[in-house]
């Protein structure tokens, strides 16, 4: 697969478009088209049922993306959360020194002339109130963990529930990357979904490795991504971040190569610590056994719904050879992520056959993601669900009239098969398992 044609149908089909495109774009930042906007509501409601409906131990949050400048600096975002910059003397072109391949401008291509590598920090700055000076700076949120150890206390004091537990939040969040690029893989502004799992100390290695494998499984089981498409890479010691005592990523193999797609991160107390020494209170637990206290260590899976999205059309995207000498593109989507469960056609413009289709699309959409096409021919309506990834199609054609049945077309196999209108509802079911 070349990422070119990936995009290309990303923009046709209405799943991403270049963000103020109308202007010539703005650096790597990408607005969703109704099918696109899809796609990210279905990511974010399977996360959030396997993280946190689906167990009695993890719970919600929604924080603040400008939170007071104090934990950015206790966090140790404002000294050490930077990448590593260098500059081409040659084109001018600025680039993080890490991603300088055999000492090759990825601009120009001369050859080690670069600047000195300089520390970058990421933090988006931004002025709270209508003065902007040093007293009103305040930031953009690069992750959303710090508003789930800075509410520690309040969830300590009012889930009722003791350790493990976790915290999970789904938001925006913003760095300002020196280079962006590859799509939707790496933007200045995106979607986080991560969860902050506090446990005890003694027992965070084991819920480590607990949740590198429940996490990798979801990606197998849920989103049906091939198992030969991920794998598990532990982080070395010196690319570990500040707050990590070990990392492993979930990485997928994207069309430049193997990329992370999810972190799960060992913590440590780092965090919590950090805050109470900070802010002066005890972010710590109770042992009621011994009547001692302690500071809960945590693990945090982090992932970027973008991210997994750019996974899933890598995963789906397919160019399949026809036995007429023809070809067809199609996104191979689990049900579960499709924008459009079921295209309903009726074969002409017909008044009658108009009217049928609708009541039947109508009747559909109560229980499934349905979308009505009547213009251009039954082969380019056709063609244009496979692209966009719709598992099923309803043909309503003149015998409809009279037998009160439709031809239900298969995606993948474009197996053809006749049913009774009043057994749709039930044949989808029973097809979609949604």
């Given at each position: 697969?070349?990422?070119?044609?990936?995009?290309?149908?990303?923009?046709?089909?209405?799943?991403?478009?270049p963000s103020s495109d109308i202007y010539g774009g703005f650096q790597s930042t990408w607005d969703y088209g109704y099918l696109g906007t899809e796609m990210k509501r279905n990511i974010r409601d399977l996360w959030w049922q396997n993280v946190v409906q689906q167990r009695e131990n993890v719970f919600g949050i929604e924080a603040a993306i400008i939170t007071n400048p104090a934990v950015w600096e206790s966090s140790g975002h404002i000294s050490n959360f930077t990448d590593p910059l260098v500059d081409c003397l040659d084109c001018n072109g600025r680039f993080r020194a890490d991603h300088i391949v055999d000492d090759t401008c990825p601009e120009c291509d001369s050859k080690s002339n670069f600047t000195e590598e300089r520390n970058?920090?990421?933090?988006?700055?931004?002025?709270?109130?209508p003065v902007e000076d040093n007293a009103n700076v305040a930031y953009l949120r690069p992750e959303t963990a710090q508003g789930m150890f800075v509410n520690f206390l309040n969830y300590q004091n009012t889930?009722?529930?003791?350790?493990p537990f976790g915290i999970a939040q789904i938001g925006k969040s913003f760095r300002n990357e020196i280079t962006p690029?590859?799509?939707?893989?790496?933007?200045?502004?995106?979607?986080?979904?991560?969860m902050e799992f506090f446990c005890?100390?003694?027992?965070?290695?084991?819920?480590?490795?607990?949740?590198?494998?429940?996490?990798?499984?979801?990606?197998?089981?849920?989103?049906?991504?091939?198992?030969?498409k991920l794998r598990i890479r532990d982080h070395e010691k010196d690319e570990l971040a500040h707050y990590s005592d070990a990392t492993s990523d979930i990485e997928f193999d994207f069309p430049w190569g193997w990329g992370e797609l999810e972190g799960i991160a060992h913590r440590g107390d780092f965090d919590l610590s950090a805050h109470s020494k900070s802010s002066g209170k005890k972010l710590n637990t109770l042992d009621v056994e011994s009547n001692t206290h302690f500071v809960p260590h945590v693990i945090e899976p982090a992932v970027g719904v973008d991210r997994i999205l750019f996974a899933i059309l890598c995963s789906a995207y397919d160019i399949e050879e026809l036995a007429d000498g023809e070809t067809r593109t199609l996104l191979r989507l689990?049900?579960?992520?499709?924008?459009?469960?079921?295209?309903?056609?009726?074969?002409?413009?017909?008044?009658?056959?108009?009217?049928?289709?609708?009541?039947?699309?109508?009747?559909?959409?109560?229980?499934?993601?349905?979308?009505?096409?009547e213009t251009q021919s039954?082969?380019?309506?056709?063609?244009?669900?496979?692209?966009?990834?719709?598992?099923?199609?309803?043909?309503?054609?003149?015998?409809?009239?009279?037998?009160?049945?439709?031809t239900i077309r298969?995606?993948?196999?474009?197996?053809?098969d006749r049913i009774q209108v009043s057994e749709l509802v039930t044949y989808f079911k029973n097809q979609l398992r949604i």
């Open positions: 697969m070349k990422l070119d044609d990936l995009v290309s149908l990303a923009k046709r089909r209405g799943i991403a478009f970058f920090n990421l933090l988006f700055k931004t002025f709270v109130g889930i009722r529930h003791k350790l690029g590859q799509f939707i893989f790496r933007t200045r502004e995106f979607e986080q979904m991560e005890r100390p003694e027992e965070s290695v084991e819920f480590h490795e607990y949740w590198k494998n429940e996490r990798y499984n979801w990606y197998i089981e849920t989103l049906k991504i091939p198992k030969e689990p049900s579960a992520i499709s924008p459009v469960h079921i295209a309903v056609l009726p074969l002409s413009k017909k008044t009658n056959l108009i009217s049928l289709s609708k009541t039947i699309a109508s009747e559909l959409r109560k229980f499934f993601r349905v979308e009505y096409d039954i082969g380019k309506r056709y063609r244009r669900q496979d692209e966009i990834g719709t598992p099923y199609c309803v043909t309503v054609d003149f015998d409809s009239l009279d037998d009160n049945a439709v298969d995606r993948d196999s474009m197996k053809q």
